[in-house]
């Protein structure tokens, strides 16, 4: 069986296709798990759906250094895959499973503080209950998804997505059956609420984990690459796998912190426009489904690319990638324009419909705001997902870290603190943020000094390409 790139796969537009659209679904579970807890929530109680918002958002923050850390393993698997380095495979997926152990025992002693955590939100108390369960049950479980994303980037990595998606439609599927019988207290399950909808998801989580590894254990792929024979230490590519991964996890942690502040303020303005904001965000999400899966194709097949020396395949996937999201979220964009409120009455509750116009009202003008942002984004998303894939990770930390500050958080908060602005002047914030983060990036792409870097070790022209032999960092 041939390995590494073929001369077939030229970054074209039925390359990436190959690539994405499988993880399409796959790379966004957790954002489809999301969306489901807050639909169903929304039936059950626009309280406990806005609750699921700013809980569901912190401990996003509080695992996205992890996460980004972990599932970096994908980059160093698509570029040791291009370099035909298959022995190194196996290795730096164990490193990462290493590194997932230990981050989830973190963020799980995390959770013990769930109280103290939310309650910094300044939420009415009652409120700050319910986000504070919802937090702790998904903290109790954090070791599951990091686990799956550093498993599911030895697939990804390689370019078999197809396996990455089966094992997240299991999930999703789990996921939305067990949030329907714990949050409604269905056949025979209690009625949990919001804490039906966490248990929900933690259990989801489990099944991907367990599909991964029960694929490696009895699958072809890790038979070959050796996966079970490799469970050991090597200091050197886990340190790797942290100088490129932290920073690609931090710059995770920087957009997530940033929009959980933003959550935070608009609670602060009232919970009507929290509601509002989670009906938004969670249409958002969704929508944006198909760009995570390129995003996440752009980054894979430009590191297979970068790790095979073949420059002119890596700026050809990204320019495909590109070219198709941006044609997918025009067209999301006029669908928010033209039909904004049938989309967020999916989320109305049973009992209390009449009474959810406000919300609807708010949450159509938001996606006005979405629908002008969506198109910036795409570029946002492709463009860094090309640097990251070649391993331009701490440039992308810093911007985010800069732009987030001076266009997002500092203004929102001056917004709303002194000048009690409303959601709507926020929200211009939040879509300024966007716009700017999307042109940084772009202008980084096309100054080009991501071409000449690798997260792999790199070798002499004249050293023969041994997979144990002596490594030379450049």
Same mark, same amino acid.
């Given at each position: 069986?041939?390995?590494?790139?073929?001369?077939?796969?030229?970054?074209?537009?039925?390359?990436?296709?190959?690539?994405?659209?499988?993880?399409?679904? $796959?790379?966004?579970?957790?954002?489809?798990?999301?969306?489901?807890?807050?639909?169903?929530?929304?039936?059950?109680?626009?309280?406990?759906?806005?609750?699921?918002?700013?809980?569901?958002?912190?401990?996003?923050?509080?695992?996205? #250094?992890?996460?980004?850390?972990?599932?970096? @393993?994908?980059?160093?698997?698509?570029?040791?895959?291009?370099?035909?380095?298959?022995?190194? &495979?196996?290795?730096?997926?164990?490193?990462?499973?290493?590194?997932?152990?230990?981050?989830?025992?973190? @963020?799980?002693?995390?959770?013990?503080?769930? $109280?103290?955590?939310?309650?910094?939100?300044?939420?009415?108390?009652?409120?700050?209950?319910?986000?504070?369960?919802?937090?702790?049950?998904?903290?109790?479980?954090?070791?599951?998804?990091?686990?799956?994303?550093?498993?599911?980037?030895?697939?990804?990595?390689?370019?078999?997505?197809?396996?990455?998606?089966?094992?997240?439609?299991?999930?999703? &599927?789990?996921?939305?059956?067990?949030?329907?019988?714990?949050?409604?207290?269905?056949?025979?399950?209690?009625?949990?609420?919001?804490?039906?909808?966490?248990?929900?998801?933690?259990?989801?989580?489990?099944?991907?984990?367990?599909?991964?590894?029960?694929?490696?254990?009895?699958?072809?792929?890790?038979?070959?690459?050796?996966?079970?024979?490799?469970?050991?230490?090597?200091?050197?590519?886990?340190?790797?796998?942290?100088?490129?991964?932290?920073?690609? /996890?931090?710059?995770?942690?920087?957009?997530?912190?940033?929009?959980?502040?933003?959550?935070?303020?608009?609670?602060?303005?009232?919970?009507?426009?929290?509601?509002?904001?989670?009906?938004?965000?969670?249409?958002?999400?969704?929508?944006?489904?198909?760009?995570?899966?390129?995003?996440?194709?752009?980054?894979?097949?430009?590191?297979?690319?970068?790790?095979?020396?073949?420059?002119?395949?890596?700026?050809?996937?990204?320019?495909?990638?590109?070219?198709?999201?941006?044609?997918?979220?025009?067209?999301?964009?006029?669908?928010?324009?033209? #039909?904004?409120?049938?989309?967020?009455?999916?989320?109305?509750?049973?009992? $209390?419909?009449?009474?959810?116009?406000?919300?609807?009202?708010?949450?159509?003008?938001?996606?006005?705001?979405?629908?002008?942002?969506?198109?910036?984004?795409?570029?946002?998303?492709?463009?860094?997902?090309?640097?990251?894939?070649?391993?331009?990770?701490?440039?992308?930390?810093?911007?985010?870290?800069?732009?987030?500050?001076?266009?997002?958080?500092?203004?929102?908060? #001056?917004?709303?603190?002194?000048?009690?602005?409303?959601?709507?002047?926020?929200?211009?914030?939040?879509?300024?943020?966007?716009?700017?983060?999307?042109?940084?990036?772009?202008?980084?792409?096309?100054?080009?000094?991501?071409?000449?870097?690798?997260?792999?070790?790199?070798?002499?022209?004249?050293?023969?390409?041994?997979?144990? /032999?002596?490594?030379?960092?450049?």
């Amino acid at each position: 069986m041939s390995y590494g790139l073929t001369a077939r796969d030229d970054g074209g537009y039925r390359h990436v296709l190959r690539v994405a659209l499988p993880l399409v679904l $796959s790379m966004s579970s957790a954002t489809i798990m999301s969306f489901v807890d807050r639909m169903f929530l929304g039936w059950y109680s626009t309280r406990e759906m806005g609750a699921a918002l700013t809980g569901g958002i912190t401990y996003w923050t509080s695992m996205s #250094l992890f996460t980004g850390t972990a599932s970096y @393993v994908s980059t160093f698997v698509a570029q040791y895959h291009g370099a035909e380095e298959r022995s190194r &495979v196996s290795v730096a997926v164990w490193q990462g499973l290493f590194f997932a152990v230990a981050a989830g025992a973190i @963020v799980c002693l995390a959770g013990f503080n769930a $109280s103290f955590i939310m309650g910094l939100t300044g939420h009415a108390p009652d409120l700050v209950v319910l986000e504070s369960a919802y937090y702790r049950i998904l903290a109790m479980g954090a070791v599951l998804p990091l686990v799956s994303s550093a498993l599911g980037g030895f697939y990804s990595g390689l370019g078999r997505t197809g396996l990455v998606m089966c094992a997240e439609i299991a999930a999703n &599927v789990v996921n939305f059956v067990l949030d329907y019988c714990m949050i409604f207290g269905r056949f025979g399950f209690p009625e949990w609420g919001i804490r039906g909808a966490a248990v929900a998801t933690v259990i989801g989580a489990a099944t991907s984990t367990v599909f991964y590894a029960a694929a490696i254990l009895f699958g072809r792929l890790g038979r070959e690459y050796a996966v079970l024979r490799a469970p050991h230490l090597d200091a050197g590519l886990f340190w790797r796998l942290l100088r490129y991964g932290v920073p690609n /996890g931090l710059g995770w942690t920087i957009d997530a912190a940033s929009w959980t502040f933003f959550v935070w303020m608009v609670g602060r303005i009232g919970e009507r426009e929290l509601q509002a904001l989670s009906v938004t965000f969670a249409i958002n999400h969704i929508a944006f489904l198909p760009m995570i899966g390129f995003s996440a194709a752009t980054s894979i097949l430009v590191g297979q690319f970068v790790g095979a020396g073949r420059i002119d395949g890596a700026t050809r996937s990204t320019r495909s990638s590109f070219a198709v999201t941006i044609s997918y979220m025009t067209a999301i964009g006029a669908v928010f324009i033209l #039909l904004p409120g049938p989309l967020a009455r999916l989320f109305a509750p049973q009992k $209390s419909a009449a009474d959810f116009a406000a919300v609807v009202a708010m949450a159509t003008v938001l996606l006005r705001f979405v629908a002008f942002y969506s198109i910036f984004d795409s570029g946002n998303l492709i463009f860094s997902a090309a640097l990251k894939g070649a391993g331009d990770t701490r440039f992308t930390m810093v911007l985010g870290l800069v732009l987030s500050a001076v266009v997002l958080v500092v203004p929102t908060y #001056l917004a709303v603190e002194w000048f009690d602005a409303g959601m709507y002047t926020v929200m211009a914030f939040g879509t300024a943020y966007v716009v700017i983060l999307a042109a940084a990036f772009y202008l980084r792409y096309r100054a080009g000094a991501w071409k000449t870097m690798r997260v792999i070790e790199q070798r002499w022209p004249a050293q023969p390409r041994l997979t144990d /032999g002596p490594m030379v960092d450049a």
